[in-house]
């Protein structure tokens, strides 16, 4: 194995294409573009007297991948706390240089539960595959959020959130097909910002970064998504102690039952100078 730096910036974000143009009129051309990269990658967990163990593969955006690792074995509850990370590694497969970066292994402190390994399943970069499967096994994991946590808004600095979002969006100017997950503060500041394809590995990224900073439970930081709220991006926030999501897209049911079990503020449709507020509306200051 070979570590590198765990930025994971070795593969590119964006690929080069050549496209052709038409409009309402008829004309036609063609020009370059880009468009997001998107790649595999194997998660794996090692622990002392436990080899490696492939534990998930997911369809993400090359980059920050020793992040997307960890915050993916925390929000399945395989890290419970950031001493728990002993090393992040790349490895190669049987030596082919090509795949290296396209596999992780977290090395753990201490052995960890095969049946959570087991668990987590393959996941797509759509949708993502949540392994707690139901709000009664989540509330098994953890416990509902101190209703006194987390971040008070005003509607000015929740209304101005996807604005700051974009603004460092980078990857996003260049394709125009990334999702971003970001955390901030009351004031709205943010503390990290990351893209990728899949709503749930931008996410497990902004967790994953936290965890390696040692900087969880987020319990100070809101979550904002750029797409739509289901049930795993709850689940996540919920593991992670993040009290308000907010998002441009619209929530699930399941989505807003698991916030409201939680005590977690719920904020969906939050474009165009306006937002629903789902779930536990005291943290919004009207």
Not at 35 to 58: C, K
Not at 281 to 286: F, G, L, P
């Amino acid at each position: 194995m070979k570590s590198v730096s765990p930025s994971g910036t070795a593969r590119t974000r964006a690929t080069d294409v050549k496209v052709v143009t038409v409009n309402a009129e008829g004309r036609s051309g063609s020009k370059p573009d880009f468009v997001v990269t998107e790649e595999p990658m194997e998660i794996r967990a090692g622990a002392p007297g436990q080899e490696p163990e492939s534990v998930s593969v997911t369809m993400r955006t090359p980059g920050h991948d020793f992040e997307l690792a960890v915050g993916f074995l925390f929000t399945e509850g395989m890290i419970t706390e950031p001493n728990d990370v002993a090393s992040v590694k790349y490895c190669e497969l049987n030596g082919e240089e090509e795949q290296k970066y396209n596999i992780v292994t977290v090395g753990l402190m201490r052995a960890f539960d095969m049946a959570l390994a087991r668990r987590a399943m393959v996941t797509s970069s759509s949708c993502g595959i949540c392994g707690t499967e139901s709000l009664d096994q989540l509330l098994t994991c953890t416990t509902p959020v101190d209703s006194e946590s987390g971040p008070r808004l005003t509607t000015s600095v929740l209304i101005g959130l996807p604005d700051a979002v974009r603004k460092v969006q980078p990857t996003f100017d260049r394709t125009g097909g990334l999702h971003a997950a970001a955390l901030f503060d009351a004031k709205g500041k943010m503390k990290v910002v990351r893209e990728d394809i899949g709503r749930h590995n931008a996410v497990d990224k902004v967790i994953g970064h936290s965890v390696l900073e040692k900087s969880v439970p987020l319990t100070e930081y809101g979550l904002f998504c750029s797409g739509r709220l289901s049930f795993e991006i709850i689940q996540k926030a919920a593991m992670a102690r993040i009290a308000l999501i907010a998002a441009v897209g619209a929530p699930s049911s399941l989505a807003v039952q698991t916030a409201d079990a939680f005590g977690i503020t719920l904020i969906g449709f939050l474009r165009d100078g306006k937002a629903n507020i789902y779930t536990h509306d005291h943290r919004v200051q009207m």
